[in-house]
Each structure stands twice: as structure tokens, then as C-alpha cells.
């Protein structure tokens, strides 16, 4: 990878991480709604787990 390239994604990784937060906030609210009763804590750790799995099958499979 070229110096240009790491400049631009440089450029994009704040973005990025504010997206994945917003991911995660809203799968979380949606789990807090389906299932009142729900742990926070523990719908937070799910659905990490869940970003995590779906960016290993991005990854693998293209």
C-alpha cells in the first residue's frame, strides 16, 4: 500500500469508528426494545460479538 493510500484511510478511520459505534447503538436499542428485561452490559457484548463475526465473513468472503 502506498503512502496515498494510508493518508486516506488515515482520513477515514474516525469516521469509520463513529459509524461502528452508531452500529452498535442502534442493535442495542433494538435489543433493549425486543427484549425489555435485557442486561445492557450484555446486549452490548452480544452485539460486539456479533460486529466482530460479520466483519470475519466480510473478510472470507468478499
Known sequence: ???CEQIEI??????IVEDLR???KK????????VPEVDE?????????????????VETHP
Do not use: C, F, P, T
Not at 27 to 34: H, L, T
Not at 41 to 57: P, T, W, Y
Open 22 to 24: 452508531h452500529m452498535l
Open 41 to 57: 452490559q450484555a446486549a452490548r457484548a452480544l452485539v460486539m460479538q456479533a460486529l466482530k463475526d460479520s466483519l470475519v465473513e
Open 27 to 34: 442493535y442495542v436499542r433494538i435489543m433493549e426494545r425486543d
Open 10 to 15: 488515515a482520513r477515514y478511520h474516525r469516521e
Open 1 to 3: 500500500m502506498g503512502e
